[in-house]
């Protein structure tokens, strides 16, 4: 990926994921299932030939920018986002916290 072709995210509700393109060509994904209050982060996928290029990123970004602007709480099960949510503490306020369960 040359640095004058931005990554370029976009969600595509009825695939449920995230694409990542770079100069038109698809460069990764980010597969998620919603409810109306929650989203789910599963799996990143990124092609071969853009790997360590910063598509992961993007697509982690974009999908936490959109929780937030949404006001939807986030679910991680995908490894690598949660590897970069560990160094981007700053959206961690978006994970779903079950409430605790009262005892008698």
Same mark, same amino acid.
């Given at each position: 990926?040359?640095? *004058?072709?931005?990554?370029?995210?976009? *969600? %595509?509700? $009825?695939?449920?994921?995230? !694409?990542?393109?770079?100069?038109?060509?698809?460069?990764?994904?980010?597969?998620?299932?919603?409810? /109306? *209050?929650?989203?789910?982060?599963?799996?990143?996928?990124? %092609?071969?030939?853009? !790997?360590? $290029?910063?598509?992961?990123?993007?697509?982690?970004?974009?999908?936490? *920018? !959109?929780?937030? !602007? $949404?006001?939807?709480?986030?679910?991680?099960?995908? /490894?690598?986002?949660? =590897?970069?949510?560990?160094?981007? /503490?700053?959206?961690? %306020?978006? =994970?779903?916290?079950?409430?605790?369960?009262?005892? %008698?």
């Amino acid at each position: 990926m040359s640095g *004058d072709s931005p990554v370029t995210v976009t *969600d %595509d509700p $009825q695939a449920r994921r995230y !694409e990542a393109r770079v100069a038109g060509s698809l460069a990764g994904v980010l597969a998620y299932m919603r409810t /109306p *209050d929650l989203i789910a982060l599963v799996h990143t996928e990124v %092609d071969e030939a853009y !790997e360590g $290029q910063g598509v992961g990123s993007a697509l982690a970004r974009a999908a936490l *920018d !959109e929780a937030r !602007e $949404q006001s939807t709480r986030v679910v991680v099960i995908c /490894p690598f986002v949660e =590897r970069w949510l560990t160094r981007h /503490p700053e959206y961690g %306020d978006l =994970r779903y916290e079950p409430a605790s369960k009262v005892t %008698d």
